[in-house]
C-alpha cells in the first residue's frame, strides 16, 4: 500500500546540479527515517544520505559539502540536492524508508543521474 516515487534525474554535465524527490504515499505517519542510496553498474548499492523524522541527517563522506538531504513531512516529500556534480556520482538513486506504526520498510524503483565529463 505504501509507495515512495522517485524523481528529477537526468543527464547533467560535471560541476552542475540536480534535485531528487521521493514521494511517500499510502501513509498518514511520518516515517522515521527516510534515506537516499545509490548504485552504479558493477558496484553495490550504498548509502547516499539518510534523514530522521527529528531532522538529523547523515552524509556520505564522498559528499558531504556537495549534497543536502531535507523533508517536509506534511507534503510527505523527501529531497535530495545535489550541487558541484561528478562523473562519479552517475548512478541510479533509490528512495529508502520506514514507517514503523505500520510495519513498513521499503525502496522506491530509483531514478537514474548521469554525470557526463
Known amino acids: 500500500q505504501v509507495q515512495l516515487v522517485e524523481s528529477g534525474g537526468g543527464l547533467v554535465q560535471a560541476g552542475g546540479s540536480l534535485r531528487l524527490s521521493c514521494v511517500v504515499s499510502g501513509s498518514l505517519f511520518v516515517p522515521s527515517v527516510m534515506g537516499w542510496y545509490r548504485q552504479a553498474p558493477g558496484k553495490q548499492r550504498e548509502l547516499v544520505a539518510d534523514i530522521t523524522s527529528g531532522g538529523r541527517t547523515n552524509y556520505a563522506d564522498s559528499v558531504k559539502g556537495r549534497f543536502t538531504i531535507s523533508r517536509d513531512n506534511v507534503q510527505n516529500t523527501m529531497y535530495l540536492q545535489m550541487n558541484s556534480l561528478k562523473p562519479e556520482d552517475t548512478a541510479v538513486y533509490y528512495c529508502?524508508?520506514?514507517?514503523?506504526?505500520?510495519?513498513?520498510?521499503?525502496w522506491g524503483r530509483g531514478t537514474q543521474v548521469t554525470v557526463s565529463s
Open positions: 529508502y524508508a520506514e514507517i514503523i506504526v505500520v510495519s513498513y520498510n521499503g
